[in-house]
């Protein structure tokens, strides 16, 4: 009985809430999807800007959710902007993120990059806002735009794929970044398409990112971003 209610309850989560929505709009969305991430190259990496890419980032694609909501309330739902399958969710990314975390301290230990500041604290609690608006952009509006095509049929794995790789090309030129960035979006393509949560991908994504810089990475963003400003 409660494996059935599980499954109709993933079922559910999974069940087109919105107004149908036009392939044309779909690909819309991925284009400008792609067009941020150029923008990415242009304002962090040759500007070096990179505190106002990502605040207006998070403006102008929080406009862009704001007037889908207006449209059709249902649609924060349908993205994974939702509470109720939160702790199914939960339960499938919370082992890869200890297995991550533990990972990257081991790595840390023995490559010598482990430099746990105050400095992570910040990041621990802003970082996750962007996480989530990443996990958005690329999970959300990609993978899932491009699973619900209606013009184009593509298997989840190729999916999955082609998002992890649009997500990684992203983070060029840290080759660290780079193969991190690409496991976790095939986790979380996976997740995703198989129960949509942004909430939960973004926390975890933020929390992960913050102690990848820390541990692997060996770069401290917080000084990079704020500490110009102070």
């Known amino acids: 009985m409660k494996n059935r209610l599980t499954k109709y309850l993933t079922e559910f989560s999974n069940t087109k809430l919105t107004r149908p929505v036009s392939d044309r709009i ?3 969305e991925i284009s400008a999807v792609t067009l941020t991430a150029i923008g990415k190259f242009l304002f962090v990496d040759y500007l070096n ?23 059709d309330s249902l649609v924060l739902k349908d993205w994974g902007f939702r509470l109720d399958n939160f702790k199914s969710v939960l339960k499938l990314v919370l082992p890869f993120a200890i297995i991550s975390i533990l990972s990257f301290f081991l790595i840390g230990y023995f490559q010598g990059t482990l430099n746990m500041t105050w400095h992570i604290l910040p990041l621990l609690i802003t970082y996750p806002i962007w996480g989530s608006v990443q996990q958005f952009l690329t999970i959300g509006l990609v993978a ?8 184009l049929k593509l298997k989840k794995g190729v999916i999955i794929c082609s998002t992890a790789i649009l997500f990684s090309v992203v983070h060029y030129p840290s080759s660290w970044l780079m193969l991190g960035t690409f496991i976790l979006a095939l986790f979380y393509g996976y997740v995703y398409l198989k129960i949509k949560n942004i909430y939960v991908l973004g926390v975890c994504h933020g929390w992960l990112g913050a102690l990848f810089y820390y541990t692997v990475v060996n770069q401290d963003p917080f000084a990079d971003v704020f500490m110009k400003y102070l």
């Open 49 to 71: 800007m990179r505190l106002p890419f990502v605040l207006i980032t998070i403006f102008g694609w929080s406009s862009y959710v704001w007037y889908r909501y207006k449209k």
């Open 144 to 151: 899932g735009n491009l699973n619900s095509l209606k013009s």
């Open 26 to 28: 779909r690909l819309i």
